[in-house]
């Protein structure tokens, strides 16, 4: 019983922790054929740190895939990204009542409040990422994560970038299905 529980448990919990990374692609295009590629960045972006950090680590992941980056008119892909980062308020808090009494027997008055206290960050901040392939005209290949990152220290921005942009791009170029 105690083993069915824990069980139990660890599965509710790896359920909980699931990714919402979602990977689509055209299964008419060669991929193997792709060997270049070019870097379109975003028009308007207002954190422009993090968009220089999504750029560099899209470029390096496609790189260590083989394949060279080129400019647009000579490129056999052209790259594009749409990232949005989002704020959750956190719900972590430690509640206390207080209260009080007084009163006969045949009645009484009694107060009581209860204080919230704030625990830890008090919002939870996700990147989401979008990476779009495009041959010529049309898509090819798209794929979508979000990870929750912590933006007060640029190393761990930069290391939690490096893995949404890895764990997208792990699924590119998609394996012929036979």
């Known amino acids: 019983m105690k083993r069915t529980f824990l069980l139990l448990m660890v599965s509710v919990i790896c359920w909980g922790c699931s990714t919402t990374r979602q990977i689509d692609y055209d299964k008419a295009v060669s991929f193997s054929n792709i060997q270049s590629f ?95 392939i495009q041959q010529g005209d049309r898509i090819i290949w798209s794929g979508i994560d979000e990870i929750e990152i912590d933006s007060g220290n640029s190393i761990e921005l930069q290391t939690k970038i490096d893995e949404l942009v890895a764990k997208i791009l792990a699924s590119f170029p998609p394996t012929p299905e036979s």
């Not at 206390?96 to 027997?105: D, E, P």
């Not at 960050?121 to 979008?130: F, G, P, V």
């Open 38 to 132: 070019s870097l379109d960045l975003p028009v308007d972006s207002p954190d422009q740190l993090r968009s220089t950090l999504l750029s560099n680590s899209i470029e390096q992941n496609l790189t260590a895939k083989g394949l060279h980056k080129t400019e647009a008119s000579q490129s056999d892909i052209a790259v594009s990204y749409f990232a949005v980062t989002s704020t959750e308020p956190s719900n972590s808090s430690f509640s206390i009542g207080l209260g009080t009494g007084f009163g006969g027997r045949s009645g009484g008055i009694s107060l009581g409040s209860i204080v919230s206290l704030p625990l830890g960050k008090q919002e939870t901040i996700y990147q989401s990422l979008r990476i779009d």
